[in-house]
């Protein structure tokens, strides 16, 4: 960065983010999502279509036969490709690249389980290594690389949270075990999110960023294992907690509520009992409802159980203070004493025997007592008795309950007298006496913990005991009144969302302990990062996050995507590279573009990110694939963000400002509608435009790596003082050059892979065209660390020697470069920049380069490397390798004598550093 390019304090700031230029990008993405999702639907509807003939045909599979015959009688394979051309094209490869091409391209047609058997021997060497022991052993797999466990000490400088993984179809268990200690947690300070156990991509992708986890009332199923592994994996204190005792089937079968169930109902819930047992079980902690619930989850197998109990929380309050102002008097008059009883399941029936003598023998000697029950309930026969009295009323939602249950003289709570009750907690108490009604209940552990028989309640053990306390309440109406008032005052005391916090949430859990925040946190975003370390920009930035992470007072986190990885869908996934914590998504493949402007599920989980590292300033390198919408979270989280614009993509929908040949467009001020017609099918290009003009207006400052790059984004509008030249920085060599003996041939290398761009096509035509066999080639594969094979050079028809390797790593850099005397890079854009002509020139590597664009800024023509233009034509590659050849001997002691003019990583991370800070000294977050 020389001197004019410093950005003064007024170039960097940032122009206003306001809400008039976040709507502007938000419309523009929801017409894209539209656009996206129309291609969806139309592709889908196809495919449902096909599915639907396969189906419908009963004779699909036996008649295949046929269907081959019917399609080669049309001259067309069964996948609809007309014979003659395929013959055509066979021909034509095999005559331009020999029968190996041909092969070659078969193979990469085919499913990788049709060629198993054809590799069977080739894979045992490769995918398998022999141990120092002797022994043979699986080489470890890129998604082994992902799936190391990380400590416990990486969510130190996470943001305190919890993640609760819930059952949250039953209603009255997720308000009173879920929402509740949501509430509960986050008046102690901590962020709380919850998920349900259903969800379990959601729940997965949540795993990364949380730092403890809770999981309610969740049965071990294989893919709950899988979170569990996770959490495992990931180093996570883990809770289970339940309120009722369903991991134990042994007090389960000794529930008489079970035989109110029809048997396959009675099986599947005795089915559960073993998944719930084994997730507690894999469980570090527990937590109960109840102390006898507790104690059964410690008889288990789980040594530190705490016990939270069911409070009244502000939705309760609110509901309870709204009646109770609303309904000074009931909906009946002193001739009816009505009793209520909330059932909610079927379940209960037993449960309601306990109490059924009793009720009835009382409703027979005072006519004024009503039953109304709310819920399922099978009556038992003495019931028939009063049954003009009994109503039974559907169940409704939480308000319209506790309505009903306020129009209550008198509520009961009978329950069978085994371990499976005294497991339960006392929520009918706490419901009825919340709105002063009086309650008559079994002594239950729970209840006998509260109740002061008489007092705040009535106990009731027999059938007697049943009759008398209903008989005594209905008589005297002052009485009920005392015992109701006196509940609410002691449950409003004991089981106030504050009492319980402060008594029982907070010794479990604590408050969250945030780290104090020392110096600068950064958040570094990148297409690639490591163990895929694909790309000159991903280079970069990995290098950028080691210097920047060396820094004492600087902590750094990574954005970026994954691979495909066995059972993980579209969930994210955190392991650590470079001694930082790195989260990857799953981006949209390379044919979307559309996606890959604009990715929610990227978004959603980079908003996630921010939340959990709370960052002070967000670098923004290649982002194709992750999407604009990180830019929009930044926006939203009030954090400042800087772009490193590596590319053309942020202009370009194909990235490198060339036509669907591959050729260079040369274009310079970009004009959509030459974009349109390069890409007649592409109907976002105007949302794209949009989006990109919002998101590089709002950054707080764009970086480019070279004066070339910096010219044509000025030209296409963007402000010259909020661009500013950092160049790319490169490693010199650790080790000695090995240069090339005398006699042997002049050594070639290309790094740009099979892509027409990056001069592909053009270097095959010129070396087959040589006339002698002095020379090598090394060309670089590098799409083979994905897992991919693009460079087929054995269909090339050569003199020289051509071998193919994979993308190197920091690491085999020096290898690679001391394997060539020339590096070629003929490509075919103005590159931003050009990182491998960097670190040739730093090797003494002679440099074959076009021009115009940033790769060509550190070449002196003919001291340092030979300059051609862009172009199709491979004449002016041909002479300039016929040239080199023909002086082969001057290259063997070539030293570049210019060396001190290139940029190196440690000069980029300083300057970088420098730009970083003083954005967050002169930009203080708004969130």
Known sequence: MTPSDKPSSSSMLPEQTNLESLLESYQASMTIQDMRMAGFVNETHH??????????????????????????????????????????????????????????????????????????????????????????????????????????????????????????????????????????????????????????????????????????????FESVEKLLDEAKRLNLPTWWEVDDLIFSEEHYKNNANLDSLSASERAAVLSGVKLFRNCLLACDKAIASTRVLAQEMKNAGIKDVSVIENAIDEQTLSIAQQI????????????????????????????????????????????????????????????????SRIKKLEGRDYALYMRLLAQADITISPLEKTIFNDCKSNIKFLEAAVLSV???????????????????????????????????????????????????????????????????????????????KAGLSVVSANIYFAPRSFGGATFVAEEMVNYLSKKSDISVSVFTSRPDMEWRANAAIRYRAYDCNVIGVKVPPDGDRVGGVDNPLATEVFRQWLQTVQPDIVHLHATQGLGLGLTRACQEAGIPYVITLHDAWWLCDRQFMVTGEGNFCFQNKIDLRICQMCEPSARHLHERATMMRVAMNNAALLLVPSQSHKNLFIVNGVSEEKLVVNRNGFVWPEKPRVRRKPGQPLRFGYVGGAETVKG?????????????????LILVDNKLNLGIRSVFPESWKVDGVIKTVPAYTQSTMDDFYNSIDVLLFPSQCKESYGLTVREALARDIWVVVTEPGGQVEDIIEGENGTIIPIGSNPAQLQKAVEDLLSKEAELLTYENPYKDRLATFDMQGQELESILRTIVREHPQTH
């Open 760 to 776: 592909y096509p053009l270097i095959r035509k010129v070396f087959e065209k040589l006339k002698t066999d002095r020379w090598e």
């Open 47 to 220: 495919l449902r279509h096909l599915i639907e003939i396969q189906r419908n045909t009963l004779s699909w599979r036996i008649t295949a036969p046929l269907r081959v015959v019917r399609h080669l009688s049309k001259g067309e394979l069964p996948t609809g490709s007309k014979i003659t051309y395929v013959w055509g094209r066979i021909k034509d490869v095999y005559q331009e690249e020999g029968s190996k091409a041909v092969w070659s391209r078969i193979q990469a047609r085919l499913p990788k389980k049709s060629i198993v058997s054809l590799k069977r021997n080739k894979a045992s060497s490769t995918d398998s290594v022999v141990n120092k022991a002797g022994i043979l052993e699986k080489k470890e797999t890129i998604e082994d690389k992902y799936l190391k466990p990380v400590s416990a000490e990486c969510v130190s400088d996470f943001s305190p949270s919890y993640l609760i993984i819930a059952e949250l179809s039953l209603r009255q268990c997720a308000k009173y075990r879920v929402w509740q200690k949501q509430e509960q947690l986050e008046s102690l300070g901590w962020h709380v999110r919850v998920i349900d156990w259903r969800e379990i991509f959601v729940a997965m992708t949540a795993l990364q960023t949380c730092t403890n986890v809770i999981f309610y009332r969740v049965p071990a």
């Open 324 to 387: 109770l102002q609303e309904h000074s008097a009931p909906d009946h008059g002193p001739e009816e004493i009505r009793i209520v009883y909330g059932s909610g399941t079927k379940t209960h029936d037993a449960d309601f025997r306990v109490a059924a003598d009793g009720i009835v023998a009382a409703m027979l000697e005072d006519e004024r007592l009503t039953l109304h029950i709310i819920g399922d309930l099978t009556l038992p026969e003495v019931c028939n008795k009063v049954k």
């Open 438 to 516: 009086p309650v008559i209940c079994s002594p239950a552990d729970a209840f006998i913990q509260v109740v002061r028989d008489g007092e705040n309640a009535v106990i009731a053990t027999t059938p007697q005991d049943w009759k008398n306390a209903v008989l005594s309440l209905a008589a005297d109406d002052v009485k009920r009144k005392a015992i109701g008032q006196t509940a609410r005052r002691d449950v409003l005391d004991r089981y106030s969302p504050e009492s319980i916090t402060q008594h029982q949430v907070l010794p479990a859990f604590g408050k969250p302990y945030q780290k104090e």
